[in-house]
Antibody, heavy 118, light 107 residues
Framework: EVQLVQSGAEVKKPGESLRISCKGSGYSFSSYWIGWVRQTPEKGLEWMGIIYPGDSDTRYSPSFQGQVTMSIDKSIRTAYLQWSSLKASDTAIYYC????????????WGQGTMVTVS | DIQMTQSPSTLSASVGDRVTITCRAS??????LAWYQQKPGQAPKLLIFKASNLEGGVPSRFSGRGSGTEFTLTISSLQPDDSATYYC?????????FGQGTKVEIK
């Protein structure tokens, strides 16, 4: 079964750093992009960016460029989303997903990671 | 960024009703539009890609139409399990953007 499993909920203070993860299984991990989507009640669903595990090619939405960092560890089939200094406005649910291509719909989604910054 | 506007924001319908949700884009998308279903506490689920292609395993009562700037998602016979929020997403331009969602309630 193709699936993405995300790390658990996090509660952090403003200014702290954080890295959340997304582990793929059931498919050739290096051959498919992994993307990240933020969901908040105020702004809804927001596409943050995508990363290609094969060569770590990364494309950020301008809204998130410089605010987060996406990375990959192919050896353990895991994608990461990290912050160096969290803000209260980073409070959200973060989903990883697997698009069919680089600019495409997400056909597989992780279960989501709730991040609370307070 | 491309603006995606869904209507209505909420709709209430009875089991068996035909339901249509509209999504309008601020620029032409060709057919690069997807529809997702999200239930409370769950991740979005892909229903339709390329405007009218049904994702595997999705019931045939769901259908999508449209091209350019106007798209629709239709549920031909609403079922209790269809109670959810539905989102459109364009992926013709970077960055991909989502509509604000349409909440479908069962009367």
């Amino acid at each position: 079964e193709v699936q993405l499993v995300q790390s658990g909920a996090e509660v952090k203070k403003p200014g702290e750093s954080l890295r959340i993860s997304c582990k793929g299984s059931g498919y050739s991990f290096s051959s498919y992009w992994i993307g990240w989507v933020r969901q908040t009640p105020e702004k809804g669903l927001e596409w943050m960016g995508i990363i290609y595990p094969g060569d770590s090619d990364t494309r950020y939405s301008p809204s998130f460029q410089g605010q987060v960092t996406m990375s990959i560890d192919k050896s353990i089939r895991t994608a990461y989303l990290q912050w160096s200094s969290l803000k209260a406005s980073d409070t959200a649910i973060y989903y990883c997903g697997r698009p069919i291509g680089d600019l495409d719909a997400f056909e597989i989604w992780g279960q989501g990671t709730m991040v609370t910054v307070s | 960024d491309i603006q995606m506007t869904q209507s209505p924001s909420t709709l209430s319908a009875s089991v068996g009703d035909r339901v249509t949700i509209t999504c309008r884009a601020s620029q032409s998308l060709s057919s690069r539009l997807a529809w997702y279903q999200q239930k409370p506490g769950q991740a979005p689920k892909l229903l339709i890609f390329k405007a009218s292609n049904l994702e595997g395993g999705v019931p045939s009562r769901f259908s999508g139409r449209g091209s350019g700037t106007e798209f629709t998602l239709t549920i031909s016979s609403l079922q209790p399990d269809d109670s959810a929020t539905y989102y459109c997403q364009q992926y013709n331009f970077y960055p991909p953007t989502f509509g604000q969602g349409t909440k479908v309630e069962i009367k």
